[in-house]
């Protein structure tokens, strides 16, 4: 009963996971459709990022609801929730509408993983739930795979059919449309297949409110519509110094209120302050890649959405194999080491993507990819049953949210303050070009002209890319010698009724 119970949950987290992914496919459709022009594409950002946004802000309050309510209950109105976002989001007419559909969509979709995650806890011994966790990282990661390619080949379905010929390039619609019965569908599963508990646990809604208002502050001081200008937007430091104060006054709530998002009673807060960090290092090793690589495709070597999204599947593939072998790696080798390891790999896999020219042959591109892809998958499994080792079991879903909060702000901080460097490193390293014109010269001048003009931008686009790719590098080392903080290989143990943990090496 309790695989049924898991494949249920999963199929939640696949379908959550999706939507996350599945507008980098379809993004050109939908600016072309609501009218942003495509030399400014950071005007869509919020697409994106509003997704993510609504995910990490519940999904603190919502994991310590489903440790009140029970984690039937919380996937039942997180998917009902997601469908009403996908509906709002597909009859949007203008970019405000659609980032708040976003958002609600996000909002819905965030208790989905860490439930899942705390599920596995409540059904399996501590000892025994890597493998199973694992399972939960791949369903997570499937769905990073199929949402670039199941946008874009939704969109392509409903464009091949004659009835919805006029409808291009709005046919991105009816990728959020299909979420209805879907849902529908995984709520009749959940309700027949997941156990119903409930315990006595208060739930923090201050300190829910102060977190989720500080995470949306740092996404309003990161969104820069003028890259070309600075880094920031002329908001962004008093906002980013806005939202580091309620970020201490949520610090400071916590150690004072009587009831808390996760309470210290029996928390190895070093450790479980290792595993947020290497979380948010992966996060942001993740969605940098996801965006950047896509653009590289599109703006080096000219490929267009599709087939942009087809390369990424060198990467997404990679990532569910890495976390199924690491989920069962960890419960042989220990959580540490089998994290270390993968986010060696990983920085490794991104210094060859650093080192990519505009005519990058294809196997080294599925080479590099392939390398980046599992060493990150290998880390999945590792952090999320580490987590649920350093604190009581009555904290399970509040700290299993915690772990993918920290992965899902490295991924909104990450695209962000990147993608804001970058653009903006591009506008500087093109500030000095002059664009040809075809007037008063010789046809032949011309031609000349224009070539050296769009080899110097590609240089450019080079340049910026490389430079990301150097630095999402880094980011994985600083998270391996993170990983080194994490506990080491888990033994068989068995947690008192009071949640307090026996043991964790």
Not at 364 to 374: I, S
Request: one cysteine or more; glycine letters at 10%; hydrophobic letters at 55%.
């Amino acid at each position: 009963m309790r695989r049924l119970a898991l494949a249920a949950a999963g199929a939640a987290v696949l379908l959550g996971a999706l939507d996350a992914y599945v507008v980098v496919g379809v993004l050109v459709d939908m600016v072309r459709d609501l009218g942003i022009p495509v030399n400014h594409l950071e005007q869509a950002t919020p697409i994106v990022t509003g997704y993510l946004l609504g995910y990490v802000a519940g999904m603190p309050l919502l994991g310590q609801l489903s440790d009140r309510f029970g984690r039937r209950f919380v996937l039942h109105v997180c998917l009902a929730g997601f469908a009403l976002g996908s509906v709002l989001t597909a009859v949007s007419g203008d970019l405000p509408f659609l980032v708040a559909g976003r958002v609600v969509q996000g909002l819905a979709g965030g208790a989905l993983l860490p439930v899942t995650m705390a599920l596995v806890a409540d059904l399996w011994e501590a000892h025994r739930r890597s493998t199973a966790l694992g399972a939960v990282g791949a369903a997570q990661e499937l769905g990073s795979v199929l949402g670039t390619l199941y946008g874009v080949g939704l969109a392509s379905l409903f464009n091949a059919w004659p009835l919805f010929e006029g409808w291009e390039p709005q046919s991105w619609r009816w990728v959020f449309w299909v979420n209805i019965p879907l849902a529908l569908v995984a709520m009749v599963i959940v309700h027949f297949t997941v156990p119903t508990s409930k315990r006595p646990v208060k739930i923090d809604f201050i300190g829910g409110g102060l977190l989720a208002l500080s995470l949306g502050l740092l996404v309003v001081a990161l969104y820069n519509p003028t890259p070309a200008e600075s880094v920031l937007p002329s908001w962004g430091w008093p906002v980013l110094g806005l939202s580091l104060v309620v970020l201490v006054g949520f610090f400071l709530w916590e150690r004072r209120a009587s009831v808390r998002l996760l309470s210290p009673e029996g928390v190895h807060w070093t450790r479980f302050w290792a595993v947020l960090g290497v979380s948010l290092a992966t996060g942001a090793a993740l969605m940098v890649t996801l965006v950047d690589v896509e653009l590289f495709a599109q703006t080096v070597q000219g490929r267009d959405s599709a087939a942009a999204a087809r390369l990424l599947t060198r990467f997404l593939i990679a990532l569910p194999i890495g976390a199924l072998l690491g989920g069962f790696l960890a419960s042989r080798l220990g959580d540490r080491w089998v994290s270390f390891a993968g986010l060696v790999i990983a920085a490794s896999g991104y210094v060859l993507i650093s080192r990519w020219p505009a005519d990058v042959s294809a196997f080294v591109l599925d080479r590099d990819l392939a390398v980046a892809g599992f060493g990150l998958g290998l880390v999945i499994a590792p952090l999320s049953a580490a987590v649920l080792r350093v604190v009581p079991s009555t904290s399970h879903g509040v700290a299993s949210a915690f772990v993918v909060v920290a992965r899902m702000t490295g991924m909104l901080v990450g695209v962000a303050a990147l993608s804001a460097w970058g653009l903006h490193r591009f506008q500087e390293l093109t500030a000095s070009l002059n664009t040809p014109l075809p007037f008063g010269v010789p046809a032949d001048e011309f031609k000349r002209q224009l070539a050296e003009y769009q080899h110097k931008l590609s240089d450019a686009l080079l340049t910026e890319y490389h430079e990301i790719f150097l630095i999402t590098s880094a980011i994985c080392v600083a998270g391996a010698l993170g990983s080194l903080l994490l506990p080491g290989r888990a033994r068989q143990h068995v947690e008192s009724d009071s949640g307090s943990l026996k043991s964790a090496r």
